[in-house]
Structure formats: C-alpha cells, structure tokens
C-alpha cells in the first residue's frame, strides 16, 4: 500500500514509526530508506514521524521532501522521553512503533514486528546481546533495576527498556503523559501497561553496536531507572513497597521485644518501642498512599486487546 502523504491528518493508517533524532546526520537518510523499504514492501499503510530534538547537527533536513516522512522540529533538546510523547500524540497509525535512529534495532524488521503484536497491547523487542559502552557496569545495573521492575509488576520482564516496540496507538495515548524526558520514558511505558492490566509481551532480536556517539550517561542514567521505577510503584501500587518495609519493622521490633522481656526483666527500650512505631508509621503510610492512588486512577481505560466479547444467543421474548 502507498505511504501516507506527509501533513494530511486524520487518515486511517496501519503504523506510525516514532523516530526521535538528537545529531544523527550521519546515519539518518540510511535509517529512514531502511525503514521505508521495508513498510513500502509490507501490506500497511505508513508513516514515519521524526521528531528532531533540538539537533544541532542539521540531522532534520535528511528527512524533508521525504514520501510518508513527516517532520516535527523542537526548538531545544527536551530529551527522549519528550521526543516520543511528541511523535506518539501526533501520529495518526492505529499501531506506534517505537525505535531508534542510531542503527542498533532491526528496524527492517518492523513489518514482522507490527505483525506479531496480535492480540498483545504492546509487543518489545527484547535485546539478545548488550553492546553498550562500560559493559561491566552496565549489564549488572541493567539486571539489578530488572529484577526489581519484575518484582514490583509480579512480571518477568526479559528487557526493561528496549527501545524497539510496537503497541496500540490507543493504549499508549493514555500514558504517554507520565514519560519522564530522559532515557527512562521506555521503562515507565512498560511499567505502565503492566501495572494498568495490560499485555506486554517481548520477541527476541539482535543487538547491534550504535553508529556515532552515546547520549547514555551510566551513571545518572541508572540512578534515573532506579527513581523512576520506584516512583512508577509508587504511583500505582505503594504497598507493594511499603508492605516489604513494615514486615522487616515489625519482625525486628518482635524480635527486640522478645529479647527485652526474657532479659531485661519485663523492661522495654526506648529503641524498641522505636521500632514499633516505625513499623506501624510504615504501615499507616503505605496504607494512606494505597487509598490516595486508588481515588485518583483513571475511570475509563480502553479494554486491553486480548479481551473480547463472545456472543451468546438470546431467546426472544414471546
């Protein structure tokens, strides 16, 4: 089918590829024929959003007077997260694809991707291979921040924040407002979908080395992962962290009260009783919290994808 002219609104399409761009000139016209090609040899109609995010490069110009390329320029670099709510809201497919412009994802793949999304709401690349810099201290703080999302979401979660995924163009809209402008925006949508009882589910795919330079800064960028997941629980389940927290208080303060009884002959310390409060505070807190994010979730969501009406006949009255 024929890409989707650029500037015209409120067409029907199949996809919408979000491409945020931050000085990728020199790759940039390779990635977008490569992602051309391959929907332009596909049965979906298309379009490809590149939201160029403050670059200074001049990286925006590979992608004007472009078949299906539609151009959104930031006045400022705002960050990845800010990128991709920008290109999300403004796309117009009835599946996003999420990706990136730096020739590491199999964007070639995408068709395949959109394909096999069936009846999830989102469908995430999962990385076989880590080629990031300071592989020594990434791959274990990648593992480290994953299994905590997994915890949290009571979800094995294969790849926390691939930035390859396709979903529900619907579905996405209602989160996109909570993305963080940073790297972190791809964690919080995965977070999102699973805790709002959504189907997020992972295909394995090759890994390539970046071409150019990383914006990943392994420190602040991992401590950001950290805060935004812990923040994301919180947002949506907080006793499932401070239930956790409560439980060691009150085994610590049993344990204590149990010492100063046998003892001390009946007489309680002060750091006891300490312990004490702080696990009923802990508690109190967490219970407080749990009522606030239940007052203020969202009334209506759109029903998740895999969920579908089966009709039944029924006897007319006579």
């Known amino acids: 089918m024929t890409a989707y002219p650029a500037g015209r609104e409120g067409s029907d399409l199949d996809v919408s590829v979000v491409l945020p761009v931050y000085n990728e000139s020199a790759h940039l016209a390779a990635e977008l024929d490569r992602i051309s090609a391959a929907l332009e040899a596909s049965d979906y109609s298309w379009e490809i959003v590149v939201v160029d995010d403050g670059s200074t490069d001049g990286s925006g110009e590979a992608a004007v007077g472009r078949d299906g390329v539609r151009l959104l320029r930031s006045a400022r670099n705002r960050g990845s997260g800010s990128a991709r709510r920008i290109g999300t809201l403004a796309s117009v497919g009835r599946v996003v694809v999420w990706t990136d412009a730096d020739m590491t994802y199999p964007n070639h793949e995408i068709p395949e991707l959109v394909a096999n999304l069936g009846d999830a709401d989102q469908l995430v690349g999962a990385r076989t291979s880590e080629q990031g810099t300071l592989k020594a201290l990434r ?55 699973l805790m709002n009882g959504y189907s997020v589910r992972y295909t394995p795919i090759e890994y390539r080395p970046r071409s150019g330079r990383s914006k990943f800064h392994w420190w602040a960028d991992t401590r950001r992962y950290v805060l935004q997941v812990i923040r994301m629980m919180l947002s949506h389940d907080p006793l499932r962290v401070f239930m956790p927290l409560a439980a060691v208080l009150l085994a610590a303060f049993a344990a204590k009260l149990g010492y100063d009884l046998a003892g001390k002959d009946l007489r309680v310390a002060t750091n006891t009783l300490l312990l004490g409060f702080a696990a009923i505070q802990t508690l109190a807190i967490g219970l407080l919290a749990d009522l606030v994010v239940r007052v203020s979730k969202p009334r209506r969501l759109h029903p998740p994808a895999d969920v579908t009406e089966v009709e039944s006949a029924v006897a007319a009255p006579e």
């Open 139 to 193: 791959v274990p703080a990648k593992w480290a921040v994953r299994c905590l999302a997994s915890y949290l979401t009571r979800t094995r979660i294969p790849d926390l924040n691939s930035g390859f995924r396709a979903m529900r163009r619907d579905v996405a809209e209602q989160f996109v407002g909570e993305l963080p402008d940073g790297f972190s925006c791809v964690t919080t949508l995965t977070m999102s979908y």
